[in-house]
């Protein structure tokens, strides 16, 4: 039982052209040791929040953005830095990123984001290739913190619990319905919809008869003059209209509506006790009797108390804006509520919720889609116009 102990010794013991084998075994071992050691701790130096804010592209950007949300600041106390976002907590997938962060290194070298117009232009980019990393890890690095089967359902809110118990049951990423919630989302993200350009188009070669009723196909700006130098409000989009006149380039737009009695009566809407806006005028406009005439005695909606009376303006616009069916601007917005705002989750059908409840929750959805200003105009008109209000049979 000796031999082979005494074997082992004598060969560690012999020496290795200079120095014993078991020298160099112990001196490797500590060399490894202190390696390690010297690795670990430079990589963590890296891998703080200070180190990610030291060069003036994070500082001045992402940083000054990040200070301004929930992650920053909260009723909890528990702030998420950099790292924490932006770095895996597993040590494999750390490595990889560290190995992937080398191309952020020859960015600073080479100025490609030194400046905020360089970091603007660039950002959409920037932002894609994250979203992809955490479409790809299914968000690790959020549910690090926020964790399905942590959520107290009980104690969320009706809204929060909607989107989120659905999104829970499939295991979703959390970037798919939360891009921007730390950061802003690129400006790039908002675009104008070729469908949406397609029906521009079409009302700008339409020769509108007089007599003849329309809808507007985006907000349009009102005039007092049909020489259009004296602004009255904005004519919302997909709004019913009545064409009385024709000069040039010019169109004068009869617009039937409902006000409230109380206040100033600057925003008119489409129908009585519903919210949804047809047209905001200026506020001298809106106290002017000859321009906003009455058609009748005013009418209680007994839901809120407040009184209502259908009202009638004529003002000027510019031509190119009127299409004669809303069918049209109904099919382009119900194509987009359906694509845009199934991504995060099953919408809700459009009969679910009353028009006056749409709004609301409407402006809940859309932050996370890239619908720009004239496509959120129409599929919120949309999807009031085809509330429970309108429909037959919904609750």
């Known amino acids: ?63 000054q953005e990040l200070q301004g949300t929930v992650h920053w600041s909260n009723r909890s106390g528990v702030r998420a830095t950099c790292p924490d976002c932006h770095v895996p907590h597993d040590w494999t997938d750390k490595i990889a990123r560290k190995m992937q962060a080398s191309k952020e290194v020859w960015g600073k070298v080479f100025g490609t984001i030194d ?7 660039k950002r959409l980019e920037l932002a894609q290739h994250e979203w992809a990393r ?25 809204k929060a619990k909607r989107f989120m118990k659905p999104a829970a049951e499939r295991d979703q990423s959390c970037i798919d319905c939360h891009k921007g919630i730390a950061h802003q989302l690129p400006e790039q993200m908002t675009f104008k919809d070729p469908a949406l350009d397609q029906l521009e188009q079409r009302a700008q070669g339409l020769s509108p008869d007089k007599g003849g ?17 004296q602004p009255a409000g904005e004519l919302e989009a997909a709004s019913p209209v009545q064409l009385q006149e024709e000069s ?8 039937p509506a409902w006000r409230k009695t109380r206040g100033f009566g600057r925003v008119l809407y489409e129908d009585f006790g519903m919210n949804i806006t047809s047209l905001v005028l200026d506020k001298e406009v809106a106290q002017n009797n000859e321009l906003v005439k009455v058609q009748a005695e005013a009418k209680v909606d007994e839901l809120t108390g407040l009184p209502w009376e259908p ?59 890239n619908m720009d200003a004239d496509t959120q105009a129409l599929v919120l008109k949309y999807l009031q116009k085809h509330s429970s209000d309108y429909a037959d049979g919904a609750h």
């Open 248 to 255: 040039g380039d010019s169109v004068k737009l009869l617009v």
């Open 1 to 63: 039982m000796k031999k082979p102990i005494c074997k082992l010794w004598n060969t560690l013991r012999r020496p290795a052209v200079h120095l014993s084998l078991g020298a160099v075994t112990l001196v490797s071992f500590v060399a490894g040791i202190i390696f390690w050691g010297g690795f670990n701790t430079a990589l963590e130096a890296t891998n703080t929040e200070e180190f990610c804010i030291s060069c003036h592209e994070m500082q001045n950007n992402v940083y």
């Open 134 to 158: 955490f479409s790809a890890n299914g968000s690790l690095e959020c549910r690090n913190c926020h964790d399905y089967n942590s959520m107290n359902w009980d104690v969320m809110s009706d």
């Open 311 to 369: 009202v009638e303006v004529a003002l000027w616009a510019e031509q190119g804006a009127l299409l004669p069916e809303a069918e049209d601007l109904w099919g382009y917005a119900r194509d987009t509520y359906r694509t845009a705002c199934s991504v995060c989750h099953s919408q809700p059908a459009e009969a679910h919720f009353d028009a006056n409840t749409w709004p609301g929750m409407f402006a809940g959805m859309v932050g996370f889609t």
């Open 213 to 229: 009723h329309y809808y507007t196909v985006k907000a349009i700006t009102l005039y007092l003059d049909k020489e259009l130098t």
């Open 115 to 121: 400046t905020r117009e360089k970091f603007l232009e």
